[in-house]
């Protein structure tokens, strides 16, 4: 028996397929039909997505969904928020936080409208009920809710709670938008199979990512659009479960000076993403080739040098594209004797800034 079939960390892993389809059941949309009805009447001079670690990437795809509809959203880091940029916050903003816990250090003082100028609603998107950010939502005012989670906390990395996250986030943004969230949310549950098919086979897709990229000696996550979620929590996570450096970057930016980088030491992991960008990223993979770098797509399209996934609606993209990632964190873990997932230094909650 594989002794990783008992370490907390692969069991939240192999876990979020179930995880995800309970976050579908529950979700309600309906709840959001004022702050819905409060941006078509123009109540909002904008809408400010924040949060911290993997609960702000989670909150990327549902950014992109507000823009492309046309809304005045912005995506922040919750400690550049607090500290440097309170005035992005003004009586008529939306404001929607991002917190798996709810009480981490800086959501709690994003709370603070003290000392912040207060908002005109505030959106919550939290797993725990009982949390500060959840009750803030539930008190501020009629037309502030909730948009739970819906996740067992998991023992040490995000998984379920970010997974779930993603899903939940961009289903409220459609809603925000008007849209029906009925087409979406059964493909979302069609992602949840296909992950489950995927995480069945979870130790020989162990195995082969080990093969291809081996304990690379520099790595490089490069995403556009909605990818970008897991460009970002994949660097997080690899750092968190397998003390392992890697950098992220927007596969656009890589090209303005980090292609520099491209040497036969340097590996990278180029998600397939977006259709309107694919074609680009497949130029970068084979421009990373001709310098000799390891790099790998991950994408469900065949590919040369490919690390596959699913092959889903592209609203479930962004939850398929983490797994490789949390499956190469094993992988690197392994390689150098640390338990995957274990915390040495830090804490499942992060209470001081």
Known sequence: MNPLNE???????????????NALAKFNGTTLKPIKDA??????????LTGMGASLYAAYPAWLTLVQAGLPAMWVDTAELIHHAPGLIT????????????????????????????????????????????????????LSTCVPVNAT??????????????????????????????????????TAASMQAYLESWEARVQRIG?????????????????????????????????????????????HGPLELATPDLSALIFAGPPETR??????LKDLRGYQSAA??????????????????????????????????????QQIGVEPGHFFRSGKVTLAE
């Open 91 to 142: 009586p008529r903003t939306l404001y929607w936080l991002f917190s798996q816990s709810g009480r981490s250090a800086e959501i709690v003082s994003a709370l603070d409208f003290d000392l912040l100028l207060r908002p005109r609603a505030l959106i919550a998107t939290v797993n725990d009920p009982e949390s500060p950010l959840a009750k803030a939502a539930q008190e501020f005012d009629s």
């Open 153 to 190: 906390v998991e023992k040490t990395v995000s998984t379920r709670t970010y997974v779930n996250s993603l899903a939940v986030s961009q289903l409220a943004a459609l809603a925000l938008c008007g849209q029906d969230t009925t087409p979406p949310l059964e493909a979302m549950l069609e």
């Open 279 to 284: 074609d680009l990223n497949a130029r970068l």
């Open 211 to 255: 093969e291809l990229l081996g304990y690379p000696r520099r790595l490089v996550l490069l995403g556009r659009g909605a990818s970008l979620a897991a460009t970002y929590t994949g660097a997080l996570i690899l750092g968190e479960a397998a003390k392992y450096s890697a950098v992220p970057f927007q596969a656009g930016e890589f090209r």
């Open 296 to 333: 790998f797509w991950v994408g469900a399209d065949p590919q040369e040098w490919q690390i596959d996934i699913p092959d889903i609606p592209v609203i479930g993209m962004p939850l398929v594209e983490i797994l490789p990632v949390q499956l190469l964190s094993i992988h690197l873990a």
């Open 7 to 21: 370490n907390p960390y692969v069991q939240d892993i192999l876990s979020q397929p179930d995880s995800l389809r």
């Open 39 to 48: 941006i078509q009447r123009g109540d909002f001079d904008r809408i400010i």
